[in-house]
């Protein structure tokens, strides 16, 4: 499955890159599809990687490559939740005039066998509605300094299950 998505958001492209990849151990402040998050030191990368807890479960990933120069990050997932097979994502910031800037995301991520087979039809929008969602808080957070509601509830009801409040 493959997906491509921008969004525009009325803040410098430095803001949105610092949100991104200096703060990326911190996807858990913003993404209402990240509950928890912390960066980790990964034998043979130069740039480390992630775990995070998600809406599909626990996830790690390792950062391939990163031009800061540039604003891209690439990363792959190499500890999948059950449904998942592989995924691998690409990030671009993009400054389109003073005060604002655009961010691109290109995702390709595979199913493992069974949950495609018995679950596809399902999972497939889910995963696409995440990650408009996902754009959607990352757009919210940037402009406003604060987490979008979508992301308090998320918390919430996340936080909940674990047996203590959110943050």
Request: proline share 2%.
């Amino acid at each position: 499955m493959e997906i491509k998505k921008t969004v525009h958001i009325n803040a410098t492209a430095a803001a949105v890159w610092k949100t991104l990849y200096e703060n990326y151990g911190q996807a858990c402040d913003w993404a209402s599809t990240v509950n928890e998050s912390q960066l980790r030191k990964v034998s043979g990368s130069q740039h480390g990687g992630r775990t995070c807890s998600t809406s599909l479960g626990q996830v790690s990933e390792i950062l391939d490559h990163v031009n800061e120069e540039k604003m891209e990050l690439s990363y792959h997932v190499d500890d999948t939740p059950f449904i998942m097979k592989s995924a691998q994502a690409d990030w671009k910031v993009t400054p389109t005039a003073v005060n604002t800037s655009s961010v691109s995301m290109h995702m390709n991520m595979e199913l493992a066998t069974l949950p495609k087979i018995l679950m596809g039809w399902m999972i497939k929008p889910k995963v696409r509605k995440d990650i408009d969602q996902t754009l959607e808080d990352l757009k919210f957070y940037v402009e406003n300094g604060k987490q979008s509601e979508a992301k308090k509830k998320s918390d919430a009801k996340y936080f909940k299950k674990k047996g203590r409040k959110a943050a």
